[in-house]
């Protein structure tokens, strides 16, 4: 089992797994679980975004969200697993938004490959 971990503390949208990319040489195949929590030291809850691209970008006009506008709770951490995870990862690009920022949002992300 391999893993990757990402700190994610603004609101702009983060590539958290490339199709095909220098990942693909350590990182084989979707992600088999994916845990999300939100670490904000004020008690703010967040609300994220999970979605998958075709190279076009984190503007593609079309991306296949996994996760859509789903708020989680200050201190809680959401796991997604295979059956949520299973895509082609030779063609989409992972990524994540952070919708809802303050100055202490914090949020940590692992990938169970």
Do not use: R
């Not at 990402?6 to 992600?31: C, M, N, Q, R, W």
């Not at 979605?51 to 709770?73: F, M, R």
């Not at 082609?88 to 809802?100: A, G, H, I, Q, R």
């Amino acid at each position: 089992m391999s893993f990757t971990h990402h700190k994610i503390t603004t609101a702009s949208p983060v590539k958290i797994s490339i199709a095909g990319g220098d990942e693909a040489l350590t990182y084989f195949g979707s992600p088999k679980s994916m845990t999300i929590c939100n670490l904000d030291a004020s008690g703010d809850a967040c609300v994220v975004d999970l979605y998958l691209d075709d190279g076009g970008g984190a503007d593609t006009i079309n991306p296949l969200y996994i996760l859509h506008g789903v708020t989680i709770p200050s201190g809680a951490t959401l796991l997604l697993e295979e059956t949520e995870l299973t895509y082609d990862s030779t063609v989409y690009n992972l990524w994540f938004l952070l919708n809802s920022v303050s100055a202490t949002q914090l949020i940590d992300i692992k990938l169970t490959y």
